[in-house]
């Protein structure tokens, strides 16, 4: 089973706030790394598939960076609006998307 | 584009009754995904078809939960009896081809809830 671990479970922050999550995963075996966003009652929606070491993606206020050889990657969101409120999904791809545990963003207006 | 679709949205239901989800994916999209979601974690892969054979079935409790991916289109997941422990979210994804690079799309999912 792979481990994959995303820290913080949950954070509440300011509108304009700078926030970053993290997701550890095993280094070994990598073929890509998924990040979804789950608003609530709603579909999670892929934001980003990342592949090479010291890969940076960036769509809008968020972007995200992978370190394959030391086996995470992390999250930004600058600014962050209320509308940023979700979980935050990460998933390393080997035989399949193996998805942690989330984090649980709530922006206060 | 309609997206992946999911039905019913919500499911109340007696323990050791039937429970049946459909899911039709994204047109177009050989690959179909089941998932369980439970309170607080992340979704867990149940199955996986390509076109209408399941090809990774390895974490789908056969004892009680059977799918089936009838004309390489739409999906059903099956649970009978239910039992309390099969309260969570079972989602459904679908995408072009399996790969690195190829994001699933996830339909809303179907809420079950076991009494």
Request: charged share 20%.
């Amino acid at each position: 089973i792979l481990n994959v671990e995303q820290s913080p479970q949950s954070l509440h922050v300011q509108e304009g706030d700078s926030t970053n999550f993290t997701c550890s995963f095993p280094s070994s075996n990598f073929y890509a790394l998924h990040w979804y966003r789950w608003e609530t009652a709603k579909s999670p929606e892929a934001l980003f598939v990342m592949t090479l070491n010291g890969d940076e993606k960036k769509k809008g206020r968020i972007s995200a960076t992978l370190n394959t050889k030391e086996g995470y990657s992390y999250l930004y969101i600058k600014g962050s609006q209320p509308e940023d409120s979700a979980t935050y999904l990460c998933a390393p791809l080997r035989r399949a998307l193996t998805f942690g545990s989330g984090t649980r963003l709530q922006v206060q207006p | 584009e309609a997206g992946v679709v999911q039905s019913p949205r919500y499911k109340i239901i007696e323990k050791k009754q039937p429970v049946a989800f459909w899911c039709n994916p994204i047109s177009g999209h050989n690959t179909l995904y089941w998932y369980l979601q439970n309170l607080g974690q992340g979704p867990e892969l149940l199955i996986r078809y390509e076109n209408e054979e399941a090809v990774d079935d390895s974490q789908l409790p056969k004892d009680r939960f059977s799918a089936e991916r009838l004309k390489g289109v739409d999906s059903t997941l099956k649970i009978q009896p239910a039992e309390l422990g099969d309260s969570a979210v079972y989602l459904c994804a679908s995408s072009h081809r399996t790969g690195i690079y190829n994001e699933q799309f996830f339909g809303p999912g179907t809420r079950l809830t076991v009494l």
